[in-house]
């Protein structure tokens, strides 16, 4: 029986932290469909051909080519370490060590090679990173925003990414060598072109002690994996899942196509003509114009929220923020997966019905200064890489300030008024339209 | 003196224009941008294209109200709009300002307006294809023309060649600022912003964008909107570049090029 205790261990961890990431996971579900519906389900052949291009092929991340290249490396690198991972997690439950070798050949060597020489690249890359983010201090990762959590998330994740990678480097050196010393136990299998500069370290150390640092790297190795698999429904790091449906729903209509509301259509044709009568039952003026909360927003704007990687390249390109205005496109994000964590929270301590907190997205997280500073230029959408929409939340709210509360900058009051006058943004009679051609 | 028939007019004499050409607020009232009208007129008539204007039956798409949040202005203005525009059977339209260019092409199907709708610098480009237009390069040879991406013709509805292809009829040399097309930097104009001050900053987003066109050290900026050639006109004053830098539409560039 105590033989087994390993992999009772094992299973007991694999179990409690696929419980607790599913269980956030499904938070996050939750939380998601707190949003108003909207149907993207339509055009789905060209839904899948966008995911595949924008999310699995990286297409928007080598627009800037040296953040693009180091994130495509370890991106690959996650996705193929990643086929390693089900052999230690085999390993872990049946306690049969590199299971998949006597199966693959040469084939085995090969692989593992190619893990190595990723881990190695992910190294340098996450090297790159975190100078980027610390010595090379690039302005978009030190905007407010960014300062405390934010910052300290990012450099937890580079840190994680260092810690797994030579983890999983030295847990191959030290079976290398093993495999030499204790071939009852360890099956010569694979290829180290990397670990093999690591190995000289381990060398002279006994099989007894070998077996216990082997044992122990591959441990802390999984363990770290599991942690790190939870410490995503903290993290900004969401988007290693969510980029997928992120760019699946994402809008396939033209940039400039902002939602029409349909269902106003008849108030508006009964307010131009009194003799029209809207058709019976077709009177659907919704509760509430626009957004001032979370709840208001479509869910594909609460998973935009949830995917956003806080990366600040739709930040760098907004025109309102590199001119020093308050608005940030990243920050809208962030402020809003912020409250709906706040909403979410609140749903978890009160047995999932939502008490009442006095606050909301508007004016508590988002002020109408941001808002109104907006060109709608559309930079902000272009530049994500994983096709979130700040935009449309901004429009959103904008549209809530004016039609809820009138609070539009006195300015656009009289450009609304002279459009409802006089059929022009500017004081002109409509009747003068045609003056420039005599002139 | 030009020819600028009205769809009442033609209706009434019992004729109907191959295109309507949607002139805009700006294009009517603005004095800079009723340079571009005219300019556009004149090539309209030069090539002898069948057209007519709403005249005083056109009014705002509702485009600024929409950006600034009033979707109840802005339906008010588009249904008008398509009522005028489906009682003269209306199915061609061409537009010198992106802003409507916008609005009429994306926002107006769904409420029952549905025509086909061009920027003016994809109509034209049209007209030059059908050799219906030619280009006569010669007076702006040699010259660097940078042009200024609209963000509602650009990245909003992908249009980024059109313009470029008449301006490389010109002879002149077509030089790109640091962001150009899908990355165009936004003149400052849009979402409502040309009719309310910028909130607290450090600059203009206007001069930051003239700031990047004049780093190409251009003779000319090309733009293909009215609000652009307002923003970046007012940015070379602030700049006192007047005396180097002109800001014309692309309109105006092929209206002097074939010296109408």
């Known amino acids: ?439 | 003196m030009l020819n600028v028939p009205t769809l009442a007019k033609l209706q009434a004499e019992g004729k109907k224009p191959n295109v309507v050409f949607w002139v805009g607020c700006a294009g009517s009232f603005d004095d800079r941008a009723k340079k571009i009208t005219k300019a556009f007129v004149k090539i309209l008539n030069q090539t002898g294209t069948s057209f007519a204007v709403l005249g005083a039956e056109e009014t705002c798409t509702g485009d600024p109200a929409k950006r600034a949040g009033n979707e109840f202005l802005f339906q008010m203005q588009a249904l008008q709009n398509i009522t005028t525009l489906n009682s003269y059977d209306v199915t061609k339209i061409v537009t010198t300002c992106p802003h409507c260019f916008n609005t009429l092409k994306n926002e107006y199907p769904e409420l029952g307006g549905n025509y086909n709708v061009m920027h003016h610098t994809q109509f034209l480009k049209q007209l030059l294809k059908e050799e219906t237009l030619t280009i006569e390069g010669g007076k702006f040879k040699g010259k660097r023309i940078t042009f200024h991406d609209p963000c509602y013709l650009g990245r909003a509805n992908n249009v980024y060649e059109a313009p470029r292809e008449l301006i490389q009829k010109l002879d002149a040399e077509l030089v790109e600022m640091k962001s150009c097309k899908s990355k165009g930097l936004c003149c400052g104009a849009g979402g409502a912003q040309m009719f309310k001050d910028a909130e607290a900053g450090d600059k203009e987003v206007n001069i930051e964008r003239t700031e990047e066109a004049l780093k190409t050290k251009p003779d000319i900026i090309a733009a293909a909107c009215p609000f652009c050639n307002t923003m970046m006109t007012d940015g070379i004053k602030n700049k006192a570049q007047e005396g180097n830098t002109q800001v014309m539409d692309v309109a105006e560039l092929i209206a002097t090029a074939n010296d109408l």
């Open chain 1, 1 to 439: 029986m105590i033989e087994y205790l390993p992999n009772i261990l094992f299973f007991i961890l694999l179990l409690t932290s696929s419980c607790l990431f599913f269980r956030n996971l499904n938070r996050i579900r939750r939380n998601i469909f707190l949003g108003k519906d909207l149907d993207r389900n339509d055009q789905r052949s060209l839904r899948w051909k966008n995911m595949i291009r924008v999310a699995l092929g990286q297409s928007k991340m080598v627009s800037r080519p040296i953040a693009g290249t180091l994130h495509v490396i370890v991106y690959v690198g996650f996705i193929l370490i990643n086929i390693e991972l089900l052999e230690i997690i085999l390993d872990g439950l049946t306690g049969k060590h590199r299971l998949f070798a006597p199966y693959l050949g040469s084939i085995y060597s090969f692989l593992i090679a190619v893990f190595e020489v990723l881990a190695f690249l992910v190294l340098v890359a996450v090297f790159f990173f975190w100078t980027r983010r610390n010595v090379l201090k690039i302005k978009r990762f030190l905007k407010d925003e960014m300062k405390g959590w934010p910052k300290l998330d990012a450099d937890i994740i580079l840190y994680f990414e260092v810690v797994l990678m030579l983890l999983f480097l030295s847990m191959n050196a030290t079976d290398s060598i093993l495999q030499d010393l204790d071939p009852t136990n360890y099956i010569k299998a694979g290829s180290f072109p990397i670990s093999q500069f690591i190995a000289p370290l381990f060398e002279g150390i006994s099989i007894e002690n070998l077996r216990i640092l082997e044992r122990s790297f591959w441990w802390i190795h999984i363990s770290g994996i599991f942690i790190f698999m939870n410490y995503l429904y903290y993290s900004k790091h969401l988007h290693i899942l969510l980029a997928f449906p992120n760019t699946f729903y994402a809008n396939l209509n033209s940039k400039g196509k902002f939602k029409v509301d349909v269902n106003i259509k008849n108030e508006v044709q009964s307010m131009m003509d009194p003799s029209f009568l809207i058709p019976e039952g077709k009177n659907t003026v919704p509760d509430k114009f626009g957004a001032s909360d979370v709840f208001d927003l479509n869910w594909v704007q609460l998973m935009n929220a949830y995917s956003c990687t806080e990366c600040g390249r739709c930040t760098s390109v907004c025109p309102a923020n590199i001119t020093g205005k308050k608005l940030s496109p990243r920050k809208i994000m962030m402020d809003t997966r912020d409250r709906l964590e706040e909403v979410g929270e609140n749903l978890n301590s009160n047995k999932g019905v939502f008490k009442l907190d006095q606050k909301q997205l508007l004016n508590d997280y988002v002020s109408p200064e941001e808002l109104w500073a907006c060109t709608s230029c559309n930079a902000c959408v272009e530049a994500c890489p994983i096709e979130i929409d700040p935009l449309s939340i901004i429009m959103d709210m904008r549209q809530y300030l004016v039609m809820e509360q009138s609070a539009a900058p006195a300015e656009l009051n009289s450009m609304m008024g002279n459009i409802e006058n006089n059929g022009a943004p500017w004081p002109f009679s409509n009747q003068d339209r045609l003056q420039w051609a005599d002139e």
